[in-house]
């Protein structure tokens, strides 16, 4: 008798985290014979905490296929981190408890490195409490950092973005600098890893070229070799534009654009690092500046997909569950790289003990010897990442986004437990 699968989106959502849930669930119909229906978390792993599921075998064929073209998270995300077995028990029982309820053999998590845990995590916990369960992590980050993995489906799309939006702002600056702005900044997502920022290095093809600058959380800031690098740009150029990533660190080790908080996976909370090197760029240079925060729009911005990212996003999702229905379980499909040009790939299975909790960061020769831009190696990696355009239909001069009805699964096991 075929078994239900579970399905769930988690973390910082892409302009393409949904394309890899339509390969799962689209998938998924074609192996009816194995696989029953196939339910969603509400918000993520929450959803299968608090047995708030949503039936996606009530949507057709079509809004399925849609979601290839809308961003977001269609069935909500979420950013929790299970404990290990031993410091909460309850809530792996309470898995177990909804799972049998609702028949589910199938366990697919949608996420970067935490979520990439958190499968590994329920895939043991199957194990040791010897419940029949196939759990598959589908890979997706913007922040590119998963090991393994030759990309992370998300990233392309937003080093699209990136490379796109500074070479438009660079044009820009470059028209207004002899009477205005002299200094743009950049700030772009990417927290341990400069990928993101890399990324805007693919705008720059010549000399004098927008970004001028890019800014690594791999190379520690040193204030008085940028202002001087800042310097050099605008009285050669006329101008300069940065990118910079938000985790950039100090001397100390320290996030320049720390904010206190933390979040729910306990890291630290980081904002306002454009406005801080503006305003040392004001003070020490005398400069006119603007700046601009990437923000969810980076990760957003479906209009502007690559397609080759959206193309690997739909085939981790399809992978996920040919490994799942091939009896896999504590894996997820990784992207292999076979060629550079042309660039050409395929999937394998990564054990998620090797994924989990490593963070793939910029190699040193991926960074220019001042630490300041890309090098040629760098730019043979992210070049075909960005390439071709997958664009979503248009109505009324807007993407047409489709918006599934979610309709919610019956609560079968009769208690509530809360998150």
Same mark, same amino acid.
């Given at each position: 008798?075929?078994?239900?699968?579970?399905?769930?989106?988690?973390?910082?959502?892409?302009?393409?985290?949904?394309?890899?849930?339509?390969?799962?669930?689209?998938?998924?119909?074609?192996?009816?014979?194995?696989?029953?229906?196939?339910?969603?978390?509400?918000?993520?792993?929450?959803?299968?905490?608090?047995?708030?599921?949503?039936?996606?075998?009530?949507?057709?064929?079509?809004?399925?296929?849609?979601?290839?073209?809308?961003?977001?998270?269609?069935?909500?995300?979420?950013?929790?981190?299970?404990?290990?077995?031993?410091?909460?028990?309850?809530?792996?029982?309470?898995?177990?408890?909804?799972?049998?309820?609702?028949?589910?053999?199938?366990?697919?998590?949608?996420?970067?490195?935490?979520?990439?845990?958190?499968?590994?995590?329920?895939?043991?916990?199957?194990?040791?409490?010897?419940?029949?369960?196939?759990?598959?992590?589908?890979?997706?980050?913007?922040?590119?950092?998963?090991?393994?993995?030759?990309?992370?489906?998300?990233?392309?799309?937003?080093?699209?973005?990136?490379?796109?939006?500074?070479?438009?702002?660079?044009?820009?600056?470059?028209?207004?600098?002899?009477?205005?702005?002299?200094? /743009?900044?950049? @700030?772009?997502? *990417?927290?341990? =890893?400069?990928?993101? &920022?890399?990324? $805007? #290095? %693919? +705008?720059?093809?010549?000399?004098?070229?927008?970004?001028?600058?890019?800014?690594?959380?791999?190379?520690?800031?040193?204030?008085?070799?940028?202002?001087?690098?800042?310097?050099?740009?605008?009285?050669?150029?006329?101008?300069?534009?940065?990118?910079?990533?938000?985790?950039?660190?100090?001397?100390?080790?320290? /996030?320049?654009? @720390?904010?206190? *908080?933390?979040? =729910?996976?306990?890291? &630290?909370?980081? $904002? #306002? %690092? +454009?406005?801080?090197?503006?305003?040392?760029?004001?003070?020490?240079?005398?400069?006119?500046?603007?700046?601009?925060?990437?923000?969810?729009?980076?990760?957003?911005?479906?209009?502007?997909?690559?397609?080759?990212?959206?193309?690997?996003?739909?085939?981790?999702?399809?992978?996920?569950?040919?490994?799942?229905?091939?009896?896999?379980?504590?894996?997820?499909?990784?992207?292999?790289?076979?060629?550079?040009?042309?660039?050409?790939?395929?999937?394998?299975?990564?054990?998620?003990?090797?994924?989990?909790?490593?963070?793939?960061?910029?190699?040193?020769?991926?960074?220019?010897?001042?630490?300041?831009?890309?090098?040629?190696?760098?730019?043979?990696?992210?070049?075909?990442?960005?390439?071709?355009?997958?664009?979503?239909?248009?109505?009324?001069?807007?993407?047409?986004?489709?918006?599934?009805?979610?309709?919610?699964?019956?609560?079968?096991?009769?208690?509530?437990?809360?998150?």
């Amino acid at each position: 008798m075929p078994r239900n699968a579970f399905y769930a989106q988690s973390g910082g959502v892409t302009a393409v985290i949904n394309v890899s849930a339509a390969g799962v669930i689209e998938t998924a119909r074609r192996y009816s014979q194995t696989i029953g229906k196939v339910y969603a978390g509400r918000n993520g792993i929450i959803g299968a905490l608090t047995e708030d599921l949503i039936d996606t075998s009530l949507e057709s064929d079509a809004a399925i296929s849609a979601l290839r073209y809308t961003p977001s998270g269609a069935f909500g995300s979420c950013r929790y981190k299970l404990k290990g077995f031993d410091k909460n028990q309850a809530e792996y029982e309470r898995l177990i408890e909804v799972f049998k309820a609702h028949d589910i053999g199938y366990f697919f998590y949608n996420g970067g490195g935490d979520s990439a845990d958190t499968c590994l995590k329920i895939s043991q916990m199957a194990e040791r409490l010897n419940y029949p369960l196939q759990a598959i992590h589908v890979p997706k980050t913007i922040d590119n950092d998963l090991p393994i993995t030759d990309c992370c489906p998300g990233f392309g799309s937003v080093a699209k973005y990136v490379a796109v939006s500074i070479r438009e702002a660079g044009y820009d600056v470059a028209s207004m600098a002899k009477t205005s702005t002299k200094v /743009f900044i950049l @700030e772009v997502m *990417g927290r341990h =890893a400069g990928w993101i &920022a890399a990324a $805007g #290095g %693919l +705008a720059s093809e010549n000399e004098g070229d927008s970004p001028h600058i890019i800014l690594f959380p791999e190379v520690t800031f040193d204030e008085a070799a940028f202002l001087a690098k800042v310097d050099h740009c605008v009285k050669t150029y006329g101008y300069c534009t940065i990118v910079a990533s938000e985790g950039l660190h100090a001397p100390n080790g320290e /996030f320049l654009s @720390e904010a206190g *908080g933390k979040d =729910a996976f306990g890291h &630290a909370q980081l $904002g #306002g %690092l +454009a406005p801080l090197l503006a305003g040392i760029v004001k003070d020490k240079l005398q400069y006119k500046y603007h700046w601009a925060v990437a923000d969810y729009l980076q990760r957003a911005a479906r209009h502007i997909a690559s397609a080759t990212d959206v193309q690997q996003a739909y085939a981790v999702g399809q992978a996920a569950v040919e490994m799942a229905v091939a009896g896999k379980s504590g894996v997820m499909p990784a992207i292999i790289r076979t060629s550079d040009s042309p660039y050409t790939w395929n999937i394998a299975e990564a054990p998620l003990a090797s994924v989990a909790n490593v963070e793939k960061k910029m190699p040193r020769d991926f960074i220019t010897a001042d630490g300041f831009h890309i090098t040629a190696a760098c730019r043979r990696y992210l070049a075909p990442l960005i390439q071709g355009e997958d664009y979503p239909p248009y109505v009324n001069g807007l993407p047409a986004y489709v918006q599934l009805q979610n309709i919610a699964v019956s609560k079968l096991t009769g208690r509530e437990f809360t998150v």
